[in-house]
């Protein structure tokens, strides 16, 4: 049987529909979901109660290097500026794949290590539910800017090409250019 256009379209279309909402990051100007993470000390940081602005950068095993440009320029910027004396900056780490005994306790282990090693607080997903609320897209690094209000500013699947980096370093630095000198 031969598919026709308007078939091929529609096949596509259904194919987006049932991929789910992965594809779809959250929209500029959109409310921040109020979630808990957990750290690998199983200490919980609550969202809603965030009142500085929020940088979040959410990857599994297999995409943390997409973004590895990005989190070089970060850590020059802070160097450079100081942002994260003022802006919260985290990492949720997808471990869904490990979400059963014992491999979650070696999971939260090595987010221990990978917290004391990078000097930042890494978030630990074992069931997903953090990327769902959150709206990111599975399998691809994800990068959300919000401001202190909760409101998205910037949001990126994928690798950030050097514009899209250019874009939130800019956010930060127009952030950072209207609070006093600490």
């Known amino acids: 049987m031969k598919t026709g256009r308007l078939g091929a379209s529609a096949a596509v279309a259904i194919a987006l529909v049932f991929a789910g909402r992965a594809l779809a990051l959250p929209n500029v100007a959109s409310a921040r979901p109020a979630i808990k ?7 919980e940081l609550d969202l809603a109660k965030t009142t500085i602005p929020l940088i979040a950068i959410y990857e599994d095993k297999d995409d943390g290097y997409q973004n590895q440009a990005l989190k070089e320029q970060l850590d020059a910027l802070d160097k450079s500026i100081g942002y994260r004396k ?15 005994w014992p491999a979650r306790g070696m999971a939260k282990n090595e987010i221990q290590k990978w917290s004391n090693k990078v000097g930042m607080i890494l978030y630990s997903d074992f069931t997903d539910s953090a990327r769902a609320t959150l709206g990111f897209t599975k399998a691809q690094s994800n990068v959300v800017m919000y401001d202190k209000a909760g409101a998205v500013q910037f949001a990126f699947a994928g690798a950030l090409p050097a514009g899209k980096r250019k874009e939130l370093t800019d956010l930060i ?5 209207t609070l006093p000198t600490l």
């Open 37 to 43: 993470l957990t750290d690998g000390w199983d200490r």
């Open 173 to 177: 630095r127009a952030y950072m250019a």
């Open 86 to 100: 003022r802006v919260l900056q985290i990492i949720i780490v997808d471990l869904t794949p490990y979400n059963y």
